[in-house]
C-alpha cells in the first residue's frame, strides 16, 4: 500500500468489456492485483452473451458488471460509469479498455504522482501511465493538438511526469471533480478518439494531464505489421473494417472541430492526405478484406466531414 496521504483517495476501476473473454479476464487479474486498494471495480460488457469470468475474478465481491447487449460502446460505458462513480462519491475512476494490462504497482504509482504535484494552482485533471504497445515493445505516444491536427510525442525527458493534451484513455486516471465543469466524453464517438476529445476539452478547461513514466501499462491495439524502410524497421496497425471507419471518422470530426480560421483548411488537406496514405497501407500491407477496409475508410472520413456522428457502421 501507499503512504497515509494515498489512502484519503477513493478509487473506482471501469472495464469495457466486448466479445473477447479472455483479455477481460487479463484486465481484470491485473487491476485486481493492484498494491492500492479499489474499492469497486465496474465492468460494462458490450457482448452479445456476457462474458465469462475466471473462478477468481469472479468471486472478488468488488465487482459490478452491467451488461448491454445492444453495445452502447467505449462512450456509453465511460459515461455511466462516471456517472455513477460521481454518485458514490469516488474521488477518482481508473478506466480501461479490456485490452489493457497494467503493472501492479501502476495505480500506487499515479496517486503518489498526483500527490506530489497537484495544488490549487496547478490542477490534474488525468493521471496516466506510460502506456507500451504489448506487442511490438513501443510506447504508445500520447498527443498534443498542433492547431490543426493531434500528433504523438515523446517528451525530452522521460523519466519525470510530462503534460499533454490527451493521454490514451485506458489506464488513465480521472480525478472526477473535473465534471461538474467538463462532460465525459461524447457518446456520439462511441469507440474512437474518446481520449482526444476528452483530455483537449479538459486542458481547454484549464486542468493539466500528465503522464507519469514510471507507472506502466501494456495495451494492444490493431494488429502490428513491421516492414523495412531504407534500413530502418517501421511498425504499422492494421484494423478490421469497422475500427478503420470510426478512426478516419472521428479524428476528422474531432480535427476539424478543434481547428480555427485557416488551420480548418490546412485540417482538411491533412485528414485527405490521411485517407490516401491509409487506403496505400491497406493496398500493399493487409491481407484481408482490403475492399471492405478501403470502403470504411472513404465512408468513415466523408461521414466525418459531415460532422456525422453515433453508431452507424
Known amino acids: 500500500m501507499g503512504s497515509d496521504r494515498q489512502t484519503t483517495y477513493t478509487v473506482a476501476a471501469y472495464i469495457t468489456a466486448y466479445e473477447d473473454a ?6 481484470l487479474t491485473a487491476i485486481r492485483a493492484q498494491s492500492y486498494l479499489i474499492k469497486k471495480i465496474v465492468i460494462v460488457d458490450n457482448s452479445l452473451r456476457s462474458l465469462e469470468l475466471s473462478d477468481a475474478n469472479r468471486e472478488d465481491d468488488r465487482l459490478l458488471i452491467w451488461h448491454h447487449p445492444e453495445n452502447i460502446g467505449i462512450a456509453g460505458g465511460l459515461s455511466l460509469a462516471t456517472q455513477w462513480a460521481v454518485q458514490q462519491g469516488y474521488d477518482f475512476l481508473w478506466t480501461f479498455d479490456q485490452d489493457s494490462a497494467p503493472a501492479s504497482d501502476c495505480l500506487e504509482r499515479l496517486l503518489e504522482a498526483y500527490g506530489e504535484f497537484t495544488t490549487e494552482a496547478y490542477a490534474i485533471s488525468m493521471m496516466a501511465p506510460t502506456a507500451i504497445d ?122 476539424l472541430a478543434h481547428s480555427k480560421g485557416w488551420y480548418r483548411f490546412t485540417c482538411a488537406l491533412r485528414r485527405a492526405k490521411f485517407l490516401l496514405l491509409t487506403l496505400l497501407k491497406i493496398l500493399l ?9 478501403a470502403i470504411a475508410c472513404i465512408i468513415g472520413t466523408y461521414h466525418g466531414f459531415l460532422g456525422k456522428l453515433g453508431k452507424i457502421w
Open 22 to 27: 479472455i483479455a477481460l479476464n487479463e484486465c
Open 134 to 255: 504489448a506487442r511490438t515493445g513501443q510506447i504508445v505516444k500520447p498527443s498534443l493538438f498542433l492547431g490543426d491536427r493531434f500528433r504523438g510525442f515523446l517528451p525530452d525527458n522521460p523519466t519525470v511526469p510530462y503534460e499533454c493534451d490527451a493521454p490514451i484513455t485506458s489506464g488513465a486516471l480521472v480525478w472526477l471533480q473535473t465534471v461538474d465543469r467538463v462532460e465525459p466524453p461524447a457518446i456520439g464517438l462511441f469507440i474512437d478518439g474518446l481520449d482526444l476529445d476528452y483530455g483537449l476539452r479538459l486542458r481547454q478547461a484549464g486542468f493539466h494531464n500528465l503522464v507519469v513514466p514510471g507507472a506502466a501499462m501494456y495495451h494492444r491495439f490493431g494488429v502490428p505489421f513491421q516492414v523495412e524502410l531504407l534500413g530502418k524497421k517501421k511498425a504499422f496497425q492494421l484494423y478490421s473494417p469497422l475500427r478503420y471507419y470510426y478512426i478516419c471518422r472521428n479524428h476528422t470530426y474531432l480535427e
Open 285 to 293: 500491407l493487409d491481407s484481408n478484406s482490403k475492399s471492405q477496409k
